[in-house]
């Protein structure tokens, strides 16, 4: 019996925001891990690059079995392997790598055959939630308590696709609110809205004298995808 040879095996891995789609070089990509299930050896890492493909595809079009999503050009990354043997992996994916208060990982496991390349859409990991950016107040600002203090925040999907009025990914559905907390443990909530600028949610209140967090957050009831930020304001 002869013995098993090292044969380079490529894996596709993709990052598919969930409700949306892939996430690709647009928003800084996402970081892949391929590790060894049994000891934790790293076999390939790299991040995923490419566009988050064909709108029409993933959000408009039914799915047909064994039909791939992906498209040429959309992002992936492959992960090359060396093996001589079948190896049981991890795959991690942390996603989107750029925006660290957003960041999540997922991951699965997997079976990989030596010589057996896993193509197409390959392995696709759905990552969860919102990129949410407090635009303002800026971060321990000091506001004059006679001030209107101005709540903005950019809210994207996790591969950065838009949200909007009435659009594939539409404002309407979404529940975007801010809480302030003051030091004495006190609360205020208040919602935010998408008015003229794409995925930009704003509103406007005032505080009395104080040290203030400030975390506005988002959340789809539909599909359960959530997101927050959080800042520290002074108000005198």
Same mark, same amino acid.
């Given at each position: 019996? /002869?013995?098993?040879?090292?044969?380079?095996?490529?894996? #596709?891995?993709?990052?598919?925001?969930?409700?949306?789609?892939?996430?690709?070089?647009?928003?800084?990509?996402?970081?892949? /891990?391929?590790?060894?299930? /049994?000891?934790?050896?790293?076999?390939?890492?790299?991040?995923?690059?490419?566009?988050?493909?064909?709108?029409?595809?993933?959000?408009?079009?039914?799915?047909?079995?064994?039909?791939?999503?992906?498209?040429?050009?959309?992002?992936?990354?492959?992960?090359?392997l060396d093996i001589d043997e079948p190896t049981f992996v991890t795959i991690e994916v942390y996603?989107? *790598?750029?925006?660290?208060?957003?960041?999540?990982?997922?991951?699965?496991?997997?079976?990989?055959?030596?010589?057996?390349?896993?193509?197409?859409?390959?392995?696709?990991?759905?990552?969860?939630?919102?990129?949410?950016?407090?635009?303002?107040?800026?971060?321990?600002?000091? *506001?004059?308590?006679?001030?209107? *203090?101005?709540?903005?925040?950019?809210?994207?999907? #996790?591969?950065?696709?838009?949200?909007?009025?009435?659009? *594939?990914?539409?404002?309407?559905?979404?529940?975007?609110?801010?809480?302030?907390?003051?030091?004495?443990?006190?609360?205020?909530?208040?919602?935010?809205?998408?008015?003229?600028?794409?995925?930009?949610?704003?509103?406007?209140?005032? /505080?009395?004298?104080?040290?203030?967090?400030? #975390?506005?957050?988002?959340?789809?009831?539909?599909?359960?995808?959530?997101?927050?930020?959080?800042?520290?304001?002074?108000?005198?």
């Open positions: 019996m /002869l013995p098993l040879s090292a044969q380079e095996t490529n894996v #596709m891995v993709r990052a598919k925001a969930k409700d949306a789609k892939f996430i690709g070089t647009s928003i800084g990509g996402a970081k892949i /891990l391929v590790k060894n299930a /049994l000891t934790g050896k790293i076999l390939a890492n790299g991040v995923t690059s490419g566009s988050t493909g064909n709108t029409d595809k993933i959000m408009k079009q039914d799915w047909k079995r064994s039909e791939n999503l992906s498209e040429d050009d959309t992002a992936g990354f492959n992960a090359t996603a989107p *790598i750029n925006k660290k208060q957003a960041e999540v990982m997922s991951s699965t496991q997997l079976w990989i055959i030596p010589g057996k390349d896993i193509t197409g859409d390959g392995v696709v990991l759905e990552v969860p939630g919102f990129v949410v950016d407090i635009l303002s107040p800026q971060t321990h600002e000091r *506001i004059d308590s006679k001030e209107t *203090i101005e709540l903005k925040a950019n809210i994207v999907l #996790m591969c950065g696709c838009p949200i909007t009025k009435d659009g *594939i990914w539409d404002a309407n559905q979404y529940e975007v609110k801010a809480i302030v907390k003051d030091s004495e443990g006190g609360i205020k909530e208040i919602a935010l809205e998408q008015k003229d600028k794409p995925s930009t949610f704003q509103t406007e209140l005032n /505080l009395e004298k104080g040290l203030y967090e400030v #975390m506005i957050y988002a959340y789809d009831p539909v599909t359960g995808n959530t997101g927050l930020d959080k800042t520290n304001i002074i108000v005198n």
